[in-house]
């Protein structure tokens, strides 16, 4: 299959509600949307790099840069016959796993059509539906956080994780679990801990806790390994899981006894794959993360969310808790806790080209 053209159209979003997180707030989203074309068909996928690097290192200028300039050079007029030479094509670029992820999952997509099947089924995908949980970012009061808790719970949402950080932890988990006794809880840190804290961090352990998410550096292993030494709730990784080698080494370790798997973190499907299969092989359960994805990103997180070790609700909600209106034409909603996965050849959603063009605000074509 040889990649005939490619399109980047970037988009600016406003998200329906603040996310406040330990590293800041964002009421916007910044979107790069990728379209690879060949033989008629069109692959699509998204960026989920930020203007600011507060999550890891990505930028969205740092991605268009290279994206502009080196990656979709690279790619188009290649003849291309697998996911796999996508990846071997880019393995040379180091790092830059999110704007590297974008032509991966673009051609998955791609592919997946030329073949006429659902990309699931490409993947190696069991279910025709995920579990799902809701990400409930840091609220003004407890309060609030209560009321998010009740609405999410509500509409069958089957695991809350809250947005902790210090100072917004033990006394929020408290009357948390206190009005919520049955629950399945999480918390996420975003890196905004120390190995120092251990015993603050070990007052959670009260509360039954599902796991707590990424408490320590963004880059670290070493130190969560000695953290979950000293803590009875498992630790699960995000933020430093950006390879099937270093899911590899926190397995080997004990640094996490639970994955946030990212497709768009660790450059693509193909590495998404792996460490999903890593990670069943040391028994160790995955969840599909989220980055506040539009219609074209969670699709494609859908999609990867059908392998046999997602067993724990993901942050894949709906769509419509995100945005007024989305970039693709088909609703992305959960029911009862469940994600339908999209049927149709692909990641089964179409681009809302009429729309797209009312929120532009800018791209290239290579
Ligand atoms: O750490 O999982 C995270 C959003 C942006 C950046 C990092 C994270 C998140 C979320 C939200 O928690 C997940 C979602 O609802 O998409
Ligand atoms: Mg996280």
Redesign the pocket.
Known sequence: MIIESAEVIVVELPLRFR?E?SFGE?TKRIVPLLVLRSQGLEGYSEGVMTPIPR?REETVAGALDLLQNYLLPALVESNLDAPSQVEKLLAPYRGNNMAKAMVEMAFWDLWAKALGVPLSRLLGGVRHEIPVG??IGVQKTIDETLEQISKNLDAGYRRI?L?IKPGWDVQLIKQVREAFPDAHLTV?A?SSYRLADARSLALLDEYALDYI??PLRFDDILDHAKLQSQLETPICL??SITSAKSARQAAQIDAARVI?VKVARLGGHGEAKRVHDIAWSFDIPVWM?????TGIGRAHNIHAATLPNYVLPG???SASR?WSSDVINEPLEAENGLMPVPQGPGIGVTLNRHFLNTVRIGGFTV
């Open positions: 996310f997180t964002q999550y809701v990400s994780k947005k996420d975003n998410e990424q995000d933020e946030n993360g989220g980055m506040l994805e942050d894949t909600s995100y």
